[in-house]
């Protein structure tokens, strides 16, 4: 039998005390316990409710402006269930539901929760129209749950971007209960230099090969140089012929020098896209840490990620396996590695209760919020708080804490696993870092039989 970890071992035991049902296999209604009257604890249940000051990076963790340390346990939050990625729509934006979620992350523990600015919201703030915004923030102010809001979650341009980020930051500048701002969810390269090129009038290949010219000076130049790493790397004749103008943007090779200046081109274009819009925000607000929601490595293992106050990024996984898991958890240490004493928060992650029933995906999500919360990274936000029960696709319906059934919510076992580890995250004691042999165990410690 794989050896359990002693941390692990207490949370696991303050899941099971905390559970209200007899866990055993199985995905139906024996799951999943009435969340209709749950209660948020008074003032003063968490450390993190008398703590002062601004949320700021200190190393690899976050600490409040007095000394109070503060790990993330944080949900996306999207809305209502029946109203999902439409919650700041005219006619659906309802604070009374709003603040019954907030509630309800208060019973949980959470004490973080993502936003994102989609387009209605983006229209409001870009015509000073700041109702919706303002009560999210006074009922993350009434519960305790500090805000990362994210900026661009809808179709815009880079300037239109900055110039709602610059709205944003300057009217909540001196709100502590803002945890911080997500730039952009999930971009991609072609997203990055697709919206630098037209910030600055050009096209995407146009910048990669001026790129090239300033580098090389010459195409003969960037043919030598290319060729003295593998002759068949050099340029076809037809770029020769044509020159700097021939030559495209490259597919993915990981050993061609092609593909390493297109890397330090990319790099380069992701500095001026965050460094334009860091700017835009410490032009008013110097106090509220900055992020991007990479679910792509190439992205978020680039050095101009050196701006950023954190990283943050996005994995999934859609099968069962301690295999099949692992590289999800593993990727938070290598980021770790590449950016040494800044904080990473695992901002998306969750598993579909289309794809397993609702004590393996409690299982599996716990180990990840352990994981993250024993290795020393500064957060967790699982995906995501509500089912979306509209969703014609039943895997993005269902991977919410809790679910809606004939009119009542239900809180899925995770939530169980949620309300342990806020118990856990609120003693003041100090917990070391897993060795690195020690991680292959915790995925596989936490199992449902």
Known sequence: ??????????????????????????????????????????????????????????????????????????????????????????GLFDPSLIERDFAKMRWLGVNAVRVFVQMPLAEDILAGRWSKLDELVRLAEKYRVFLLITFWDHPADLRTAVGIAERVAERYADRPIILGYDLRNEPSPDFILRTV???????????????????????????????????????????????????????????????????????GELEFWIRVQVEAVRRHDPNHLITVGYNDLRLALLPANRLLDFISIHTYYNELSERAQRPSLTVLDLLEGVFPGKPVVYEEFGLSNQVADYGVSAAKEAAVYFYCFFKGFAGAFKWMLNDHVLNPNPYEEKFGVFTYREGREYAKPVAFAIRALASVVSRPVSYTHLRAHETRSLVGSVRCV
């Open 197 to 267: 090129a037209e910030y600055r009038g050009s096209t995407p290949l146009l910048e990669w090969q001026r790129f090239l010219e300033r580098k090389y000076g010459s195409v003969e130049r960037l043919d030598e140089a290319w060729r003295s790493v593998n002759p068949a790397y050099g340029l076809s004749d037809e770029e020769r012929r044509l020159g700097f103008r021939g030559i495209g943007i490259p597919s993915e090779a990981w050993d061609s020098p092609r593909w390493a200046d297109f890397m330090e081109f990319l790099n």
């Open 1 to 90: 039998m794989r050896r359990v970890l002693a941390p692990l071992a207490v949370a696991a035991a303050a899941v099971l005390a905390s559970l209200p049902l007899v866990l055993r296999r199985g995905g139906g209604p024996e799951w999943l316990v009435d969340a209709s009257g749950v209660k948020p604890p008074p003032p003063g249940a968490y450390p993190w409710d008398g703590a002062r000051g601004f949320i700021r990076a200190r190393g690899a963790r976050f600490y409040f402006e007095d000394g109070t340390p503060f790990f993330a346990i944080g949900v996306n939050y999207e809305g209502w269930y029946d109203r999902c990625w439409r919650m700041w729509e005219p």
